[in-house]
């Protein structure tokens, strides 16, 4: 499986941006799918993840909403309300461990693609 993230960008505060992850080589149906963000300076963090559930970090729970389309082997992160705190390369992982999406740690995932930049600023 090939993970491929896109819809990032320049926004300004209180807009919203639309993030895909992409698979190929595999469907996504048995995997648990990891958004996560790493911004400058820091390190990086989990923002959501999708199985059976959804999961979310407080950061970002009641603005973000995760989803996937397992025909188009594509999970979403609508980001609403989107801060300068926000800004961050956005990275989409896969998972095979049950309990990846409850744990959430980054070793947990083993398939990771590329990130998308997101900035929010006026």
């Known amino acids: 499986v090939q993970l491929q993230a896109s819809g990032g960008g320049l926004v300004q505060p209180g807009n919203s941006l639309r993030l895909s992850c992409v698979a190929s080589g595999s469907t996504l149906d048995d995997y648990a799918i990891g958004w996560f963000r790493q911004a400058p300076g820091k390190e990086r963090e989990w923002v959501s993840c999708i199985r059976s559930g959804t999961y979310y970090a407080d950061s970002v729970k009641g603005r973000f909403t995760i989803s996937r389309d397992n025909a188009k082997n594509t999970v979403f992160l609508q980001a609403n309300s989107l801060k300068p705190e926000d800004t961050a390369i956005y990275y989409c992982?896969?998972?095979?461990?049950?309990?990846?999406?409850?744990?959430?740690?980054?070793?947990?995932?083993?398939?990771w693609g590329l990130g998308t930049q997101v900035t929010v600023s006026s």
């Open positions: 992982a896969a998972s095979r461990i049950l309990r990846a999406c409850r744990d959430h740690r980054e070793n947990q995932f083993h398939l």
